[in-house]
């Protein structure tokens, strides 16, 4: 992902907006890249503040508020990978099994 792809993701990302490949590759994007990641804190920092005034949120953090969401996005995306990872596993398993019954079965 370049620059100016997270830059026209920037408000999908904030909003929750992006499918998991897509919020990979922006998060991974913005941790290398100063000066997305100086966008991001910009846009989420006015979000935030306009969510506060309309009272849609709680007190907010400023400080930590662009690391928090990142490190809940790359969270995210590590239990995806793992509950995708733990399917695979799980259905070699089954497939190993039933090859086995198979298999005893025709001897």
Known sequence: MNCKEV???LVPY???DLEERQEDEF??????????????????TVFA??????????KVDYRTLVEDSLKTSEEDV??????????FLLKMAATA???????RGLF
């Open 7 to 9: 830059q026209r993701l």
């Open 97 to 103: 099994a039933l090859f086995f019954l198979i298999m």
């Open 49 to 58: 503040g306009i969510r506060q005034l309309d009272g849609d949120e709680e």
């Open 14 to 16: 904030i909003n929750g």
């Open 27 to 44: 998060v991974r994007h913005v941790r290398h890249c100063p000066e997305c990641y100086e966008e991001l804190e910009v846009y989420s």
């Open 78 to 87: 590590l239990d995806v990978h793992f509950w995708h990872v733990y399917s």
